[in-house]
């Protein structure tokens, strides 16, 4: 693996030889020193034009925890305030011979752009509404973790897909992995044309009890301003996931941050069936894997191919 | 009145040559054949059977070259006044040359865009020195493009402007255009329409569609275009104006324009070799460079429906839209890059090798239909009919050529054609009755 630039880019082993190397960062997580020198003099830049709070700090914790020199950019207060071209930033910030590109970007296609400006290594962040693959990963990675398999699963991606990231790459992944999908959500936040991707698209939650994992999408409130919703109050009557609609024995995920009361009510966020806190625990053992898969891997054998063992269902 | 009276470019000798043993093909005029073209002081002399003296002629040796009747571009972006970075008239009319052109019309959203009689006069001034083929100007149908007052219509066409278009960006109010329409009856001149509702196409960048779905592009719906062709279709009717449909790129649009034709509107319309050569599956790259534009590439069926209308004449003419902009414009990503590629140097070159050489269509259509932009604004087809003026595309049918790989004329690089190998190309081009350019290798040739 060269960039980690779209989930579409992965065959299923190469997400399997990720989420293997991610379970081996879990168990040095539960040292007291809960750092290994394999990033040891090499430099990773995280470069956010974005805002983002976990995806940064899990990337760069990540980053830290390999041992690598880690320079963090934001775009507010950087040269791109004046004006410079994310093509000029590469090549001022390939002066410092990066060994990894940590992009998060407005807009599609960044990533892709900056690993053929750049030599190093580069791992999309997140890029405009296209694709988020460390996401998608850390959700495959949480859900292996306590479905074992995703072959034949079915899993419900409900809310605002049409400006999700999340949930193309999710939707690819979970597919990747042999689960059946469906997207969830009011005709004017499904794009038009998705279902040629494989999955089923509903626009009710009528159904959603066949969900073995619902993964609850984040609604900008600005939306009602584009008319994409009437109201917060019109979405959350057909569309929040709450109590009544959330079955015991269905998984919750939401990428963060969540807007209680609106796709979520508070009570599913505070349930047992809530994954939410793991997902955030995985982001820096998977964060750190991809790292590890695109800088060391190569340098010593894998390890060892093992099914990890479910770890309890919800009650 | 010939192209070169009617329009404006530099002033030079009239072409005294003679294309010896070329296949002759203008089926508009009803000839197809071998002759030796003899062209006197720019004019087309005659059609002489292969051998005939020729004294005082530059003879050039045309044996399997095809002379087709030159191409006008109803649909050029020339960047002056104001963006002389991405292109200017010398080099956009070299472009043009280059590509078998013998005419272009250019745009008037330039930066500011061309609102005033002065605007033109300045243009048509700048063409006299610098336009190596023959050039019209639109001045906008509104001030500075803003969409709410016209500009002087009647003053703007006395100073030589070829008709209005705020191409770049729609007619917002139907109000406007109606007014616009009553206006053309006055002052004559065509009004050329870049049809989209903004409101429905919104930030989009790519067609609608599972590509962008896919891609996470918010998408530009077909009916963007196609309900916004049919209200103005309506308008022209009701006025009984008449209007030129710019870029037609969706199925519902082909649809609209032969209901309005049908109808008894005067419409006629234009599509791109762009649009009828690509599809937005080429938008999965992600390269501005040569697959963003407005309107975006759009669906197989689109494009199919496109190639119906130019069969059945629905699609009256090819432009290309020519849009140059600087690389620094496309190094960006998708959403964030300028819209627009450049055209005017592989059109004829692309849709022989897309379209002529599977078979799609036939070879005189793709004349017809590149030679047809000029009649909807009001202006002489190229003939080459004896006392036509000499505007002539000679053609190497086999000429096999890698787009870019020798730069451009054009100052700007964002063709959609770059990299692509096609087959065919203009070696030589006459127009206006002058030579406008002879492609170097095929110059280099006859010198021997």
Redesign the interface.
């Known amino acids: 693996m060269r960039h980690l630039l779209a989930i579409e880019d992965l065959e299923r082993d190469e997400i399997e030889a990720i989420l293997d190397r991610a379970e081996s960062f879990a168990e040095v997580g539960r040292r007291d020193i809960k750092k290994v020198p394999t990033l040891r003099g090499r430099t990773v830049v995280s470069l956010f034009y974005e805002s983002s709070t976990r995806t940064s700090a899990s990337f760069e914790l990540a980053a830290k925890r390999l041992s690598a020199d880690l320079i963090s950019l934001k775009a507010a207060g950087s040269s791109v305030d004046k004006g410079e071209?994310?093509?000029d930033t590469c090549a001022t910030l390939s002066a410092y011979d990066p060994a990894a590109i940590v992009i998060r970007?407005p807009?599609?296609?960044?990533a892709?752009?900056v690993a053929g400006w750049s030599e190093a290594a580069v791992v999309n962040a997140g890029?405009?509404?296209?694709?988020h693959p460390s996401q998608a990963l850390l959700d495959l990675f949480t859900l292996r973790r306590r479905l074992g398999s995703l072959e034949g699963r079915r899993i419900w991606i409900v809310g605002d897909v049409l400006h999700s990231?999340v949930a193309?790459s999710n939707l690819i992944a979970f597919q990747a992995m042999g689960a059946e999908v469906t997207l969830c959500g009011p005709p004017a936040l499904i794009?038009?044309?998705?279902e040629?991707?494989g999955c089923t698209v509903s626009y009710s939650l009528d159904g959603i009890e066949e969900a073995d994992v619902v993964y609850a999408l984040r609604l900008q409130k600005e939306r009602m301003a584009e008319s994409f919703i009437p109201s917060i109050r019109e979405y959350a009557a057909r569309f929040q996931i709450d109590s009544r609609r959330l079955g015991p024995r269905q998984w919750l995920m939401h990428p963060g941050p969540v807007n209680r009361g609106v796709e979520l009510s508070g009570e599913v966020v505070d349930s047992p069936q809530s994954l939410i806190a793991e997902q955030v625990a995985s982001g820096l053992v998977v964060r750190m894997a991809i790292l590890y898969e695109l800088l060391a891997s190569g340098e010593r054998p894998a390890p060892a191919e093992q099914a990890p063992t479910p770890i309890g269902q919800p009650a | 009145m010939s192209l070169a009276q009617a329009l404006d470019m530099r002033s030079g000798e009239g072409a005294d040559l003679i294309l010896r043993g070329a296949s002759v093909l203008d089926p508009g005029a009803g000839i197809e054949g071998v002759h030796d073209v003899v062209v006197r002081g720019g004019r087309i002399a005659e059609l002489a059977a292969p051998g005939v003296a020729a004294e005082g002629l530059e003879e050039v040796d045309a044996a399997g070259l095809h002379a087709f009747p030159a191409f006008f571009d109803p649909h050029v972006h020339l960047r002056v006044p104001g963006q002389e970075h991405k292109e200017d008239i010398e080099t956009g009319t070299r472009s043009g040359a280059a590509g078998g052109y013998c005419g272009i019309v250019a745009m008037a959203n330039t930066d500011p865009p061309v609102s005033t009689p002065g605007d033109i006069e300045a243009l048509r001034a700048d063409a006299r020195e610098t336009a190596s083929v023959p050039v019209g100007f639109l001045a906008t149908v509104t001030r500075g493009m803003a969409g709410e007052e016209l500009t002087e219509m009647g003053a703007i066409r006395d100073a030589g402007a070829l008709g209005f278009s705020d191409d770049g960006l729609p007619i917002r109010s139907a109000r406007v255009l109606r007014r616009a329409l009553q206006y053309q009856r006055l002052c004559g001149g065509a009004i050329a329409l870049h049809e989209e509702d903004p409101e429905l196409s919104g930030d989009g960048v790519m067609h609608e569609g599972p590509v962008s779905a896919a891609l996470g592009l918010t998408g530009v719906p077909s009916v963007s275009e196609s309900t916004m062709i049919a209200r103005d279709a309506a308008l022209a009717g009701y006025e009984g104006g008449r209007i030129h449909v710019q870029h037609l790129s969706a199925v519902e649009s082909v649809e609209a324009v032969r209901a309005a034709k049908a109808a008894g509107v005067q419409i006629s319309c234009e599509a791109s070799p762009h649009h009828l050569c690509l599809i937005d599956e080429e938008v999965r790259s992600l390269d501005p460079h040569r697959f963003k534009m407005n309107p975006p590439l759009r669906s197989e069926a689109d494009r199919q429906a496109l190639i119906a209308g130019l069969l059945d004449g629905t699609i009256d003419c090819i432009a290309t839209d020519h849009a140059p902009h600087a690389a620094e414009e496309k190094d960006l990503p998708f959403e964030q890059a300028a819209m627009g590629v450049t055209g005017l140097e592989t059109a004829f070159a692309a849709l022989h090798t897309e379209l002529v050489l599977p078979g799609t269509i036939e070879l005189a259509l793709l004349v017809e239909r590149l030679a047809g932009g000029a009649a909807p604004f009001g202006l002489e087809r190229s003939s080459l009919a004896p006392d036509s003026e000499a505007n002539i595309a000679l053609c190497d049918l086999a000429a096999e050529w890698t787009v870019g790989e020798e730069g451009y004329e054009s100052r700007s690089a964002n063709s959609w054609c770059a990299g692509r190998k096609l087959t065919g190309r203009a070696v030589m081009t006459l127009a206006g009755g002058q030579v406008a350019y002879r492609l170097r290798s095929f110059s280099l040739g006859v010198a021997e």
């Open positions: 071209s994310l093509k970007h807009y599609a296609g960044a892709q752009l890029d405009g509404k296209h694709e990231r193309r794009p038009r044309g998705i040629q991707l």
